[in-house]
């Protein structure tokens, strides 16, 4: 038997379903509804391999839901905010080579294009051109008349955005507190695994602090540990020579600690 491409078959019906709107759905009064939506990807770079297993799992059940009888909203969105779009810009505009190889040489971005690429803004639409092409012709079942993207360029989703966490803080679902965060000194603001080139998985950890009176200065050695457990075992302290210690006040004690602690 002769092979065949399942490649014809499928942009025939990736575009059939796109020209006859068969995706399209408008409120139908009684019927059972339910809205699909996946997380949206960042607009910084083409979409891989990884966004169309994701993607796969959304349609496959939206389709599933359809056949239950069930009238299915899925749009399609777009992330526009954060710093994988801001910190392509900003690196770039420092001369970052290795950015400027990975869009032109893996991207295929023209490099006459380059020095746009300093405008978040011009970033996002851009990627957003390229990739919703990619996403039609995946053939996924999407309502294309609800597209949108996150940012106060869309005016709408920013309003929707701003009633929901209203809406959550007023049934008391946000509170403003203190806890630890990984910290970007340059930014001055905390910064969240997809905001980092470097260091995904990484979160704050809890050490204890034991304190060692020393009675020549009148203060305490500081030291952390993440198994405090084993304290009784202690025979000895380490101290880093070529780190610098500073005496400061913390919790009514006077401490010496190193500076970057």
């Known amino acids: 038997m002769k092979a065949r491409s ?22 139908i009064p009684g019927a059972p509804k339910i809205f699909v939506c996946v997380p949206y990807s960042y607009q910084n770079a083409p979409l891989h391999v990884g966004h169309g297993f994701t993607y796969t ?29 801001a910190g392509t810009c900003e690196r770039l505009k420092r001369g970052d080579e290795a950015v400027r190889r990975m869009l032109v040489e893996i991207d295929g971005v023209p490099e006459e294009l ?7 803004a011009f970033v996002t639409r851009y990627y957003t051109e390229e990739n919703r092409e990619v996403v039609k012709a995946m053939g996924f079942s999407v309502d294309w008349r609800r597209e949108f993207y996150t940012t106060d360029l869309h005016p709408y ?20 507190g203190r806890h630890p965060v990984v ?33 020549e200065y009148d203060a305490f050695l500081a030291a952390a540990t993440l198994r405090p ?33």
């Open 6 to 27: 399942p490649i014809p078959y499928e942009e025939k019906w990736a575009r059939k379903w796109l020209e006859e709107r068969v995706f399209e759905v408008d409120p």
């Open 57 to 85: 799992r959304g349609d496959a059940y939206a389709r599933f839901k359809r056949m239950q009888g069930y009238n299915v909203l899925f749009p399609w969105a777009w992330h526009w905010t954060g710093e994988a779009v």
């Open 114 to 120: 380059l020095e746009k690429f300093t405008d978040p």
């Open 157 to 176: 989703y920013s309003r929707f955005i701003e009633w929901q966490y209203i809406t959550l803080r007023n049934l008391g679902y946000v509170a403003k």
């Open 183 to 215: 910290w970007c000194p340059r930014c001055e603001s905390p910064t969240g695994d997809h905001d980092r080139l470097v260091g995904e998985g990484v979160s704050p950890e809890e050490y204890t602090l034991v304190y060692f009176k020393l009675d």
């Open 229 to 261: 457990e084993t304290i009784f075992g202690v025979t000895n302290i380490w101290i880093n020579p070529k780190s610098e210690y500073v005496l400061i006040e913390a919790d009514g004690r006077r401490l010496i600690v190193s500076r970057q602690a």
